[in-house]
């Protein structure tokens, strides 16, 4: 609805514009008597009035919609609100945003309305009627008819919300026979401080780079898993931790590490000392994981709503947001059901996003796809909110939840030119299945089977596995043959 609200806007605009150079050429003849210049004065001040005076009228749909955002580890309270109104002669979106103290959205509240332009038709029709008199010099209301059409068609083909093409049929999962060497087995004793636990590790040529959340600490390790060295504590300032989250690299060995709980990005050069920290309070919502550019100069990720929003954020905290992806077979799914995995590629502003509790993956490009939605081999359907009425006497209580979750994609990495998914679903092999796609195809390409679950990152031929059994452990397995 929201993309025919911009169609019709976008027609009525080409119709007042085709109407306006109409006046200028040839004035209406009316009123009678009066001189064309007068009359070019007299109709192109009400021609600009009726485009104003278009923008109200009486609403006959509107939709309101409200978001409670939960933020870990920061107050809910709202101390800032936001107020945002687009008004177009065909619609009225206005926005709403509660933010915390510590500059966190908590709350946001969309309603978008449709309105019927009265003044602005009743003109543009009345103008119409006049100009039909004037013989054949002037635009006929056939030839106006015919550019809005092509202003609609141009409007739908470049429209918001929107994906280019269709997507690929599901691919049937062929396993690959692979056997896996073992590189690095690092089991931390329960009495060691090492890592209390290993949270995400990413890996680049000089080693690994693990989260450990509950430490509120980045370590570095090398190959050989030695500590090189520890990088934050727990608190909000310089360089500290309320709530990492995730952790992305660059090409220049800079650990940026995604801090929900402090909602900024830190990144944190070759040798564990901050280099900069850049700020999340632009962010028109909350990142559940990000994916850097390979100069570290860029951010991406995903703003979950009614579908996806692709942002881009740069080092001042700037954002630039992309045109909302819609996912027709998650209509009613709560945003929470978009989540997903991050992951850049080390080439250009190319990143991927695979959903977490969901069907498929995107290839981005920047803030747009880059092709069609990748479905996975194995369906997971996206779990919809279920509605529940309770109706007793003149009371009547609607509670919507989420079903029991399925979950798809639990990592996703890139090495060279292919995707790998860790994928749980629900087979024998759940937890330990890798599937490999084409990074600039989008092709379902093999299954890997790993030797035992844990999660997932990748460099080179590497993978790295985390767990914890019951301690945390590491390993860094390689295909055998490369």
Known sequence: MESMTWLLTFGALAWWLHTGAGIVRRPPAFPAGWRTETRRLFWVPLWLAALVAGAWGPEVWSNTRTDH??????????????????????????????????????RREERLALQIPIA?????????????????????????AGLVLVVLAGVAACSDGGVPGEEAPRP???????????????QIPADDTLLYHLSQVAAGEAGLWVLDRMGHRLAHLGWDGELQWYAG??????????NPRSISLDRHGVAWVLDVGTHRI?????????????????????LHDFASDEEGETFFGMVLGDGLRPVAIDRGGAVETGSAIRVPDAEGAAGIAFQGSAEGARSRDRWVY??????????????????????????????VLIEERVESGN??????????????AQEVGISGERILVRFQGETDRADRLV????????????????????????????????????????????KVGG
């Open 69 to 106: 955002q939960n933020v870990p580890g920061a107050s809910a309270v709202p101390t800032e609100r936001t107020f945002r109104t687009v008004r177009t002669p065909f619609a009225v979106q206005v926005a709403t945003m509660d933010r915390n103290f510590e500059g966190q959205e908590v």
């Open 120 to 144: 602005l038709l009743a003109f543009l029709l009345a103008v119409s009627l006049l100009h039909r008199g004037h013989g054949p010099s002037i635009p006929s209301v056939r030839g106006r």
């Open 172 to 186: 049937e999962r062929v396993f690959a026979e692979v056997q896996w060497d073992t590189l690095l087995h690092l």
């Open 233 to 242: 504590r727990q608190g909000a300032g310089p360089g500290e931790f309320m």
């Open 266 to 286: 830190s990144g944190f050069d070759a040798k564990g000392r901050l280099e900069t920290e850049v700020p999340l309070a632009a962010l028109d919502g909350v």
């Open 354 to 383: 695979a959903f977490a509790m969901g069907d498929g993956l995107y290839r981005m490009e920047g803030t747009a796809p880059s092709g069609p939605r990748i479905l996975f081999p194995e369906l997971v359907p996206f779990p």
């Open 395 to 408: 009371v009547t209580s609607v509670t919507r939840r989420l079903p029991e979750p399925r979950f798809s």
């Open 435 to 478: 599937d490999v796609f084409g990074l600039d195809s989008g092709t379902y390409l093999e299954t890997l089977t790993l030797p035992t679950a844990g999660s997932m990152s990748v460099w080179e031929n590497r993978i790295i596995l985390t767990r914890h059994d019951p301690t945390p452990e590491l390993l860094v397995l390689e």
